[in-house]
């Protein structure tokens, strides 16, 4: 499978612990987004990537929010002190960039649900 | 504060006839505009898109019709199948941002047979 991958499928936490995602892109994509997902609603944009330089974080991302993309490959969100409000679907997509729109591939996410 | 407003939240529509959605945007900077297909337990995936210097695009059974004037735009899926049941969410995006999306919340179509 050569698509984006992300793990785990499905984390349980309570309120107050760490959790870290990991996101494995597609290996040509220079680019990685994170989106988050709640219920009913479309993805929202998170932070993203060009190879290991964080160019943009969205003003949800709180402090307790960070994401590393170390060497331009593989990523890792980590969230601290979590708390109920954080329960969502975490998205992954990652893309070659380039004119004349975007086309992001995403990953199935991670399911985060905080007790 | 969305900035792009999808309508209607649901649909159902028989095998073989059209599903058509609408999405409208404020902000006129927005220069991509992308369809997403989402199924239960996976990501959105790119179903087709636009850009606003064309008024309508057509990939097989999907058709996007733009409106720049109105700041509006739609999907028509037509000939609908079963296959098709599913989420689909709009988006806008700007030049030089284009992978950072402004999704709508979403329309799910349910396609009976």
């Known amino acids: 499978d050569t698509g984006v991958s992300q793990n785990p499928r499905h984390k349980i936490t309570k309120r107050g612990q760490n959790v870290t995602f990991r996101c494995d892109p597609i290996s040509e994509h220079n680019r990685l987004y994170w989106y988050r997902q709640t219920l009913g609603q479309g993805p929202e944009f998170l932070t993203y990537?060009?190879?290991?330089?964080?160019?943009?974080k969205s003003r949800l991302l709180s402090d307790r929010f960070s994401a590393e993309r170390p060497k331009g490959s593989f990523s890792t969100l980590e969230i601290q002190r979590t708390e109920q409000g954080d329960s969502a679907m975490y998205l992954c997509a990652s893309s070659l960039g380039g004119g004349g729109g975007e086309k992001l591939f995403f990953g199935s996410g991670t399911q985060l649900s905080v007790l | 504060q969305q900035q792009v407003k999808q309508s209607p939240q649901s649909l159902i529509v028989q095998k073989g006839g059209i599903s058509i959605i609408n999405c409208a945007y404020e902000n006129t900077a927005f220069d991509y505009f992308p369809w997403y297909q989402q199924f239960p337990g996976k990501g959105p995936a790119l179903l087709i898109a636009?850009?606003?210097?064309?008024s309508e695009k057509k990939e097989g059974r999907f058709t996007i019709s733009f409106n720049k004037s109105a700041k509006q735009f739609s999907l028509h899926i037509m000939d609908s199948q079963p296959g098709d049941s599913a989420t689909y969410f709009c988006a806008a995006s700007m030049m030089g941002s284009w992978g950072k999306l402004q999704f709508g919340a979403g329309t799910q179509v349910v396609v009976t047979p």
């Open positions: 636009i850009r606003p210097d064309v």
């Open positions: 990537f060009q190879n290991e330089a964080q160019l943009e």
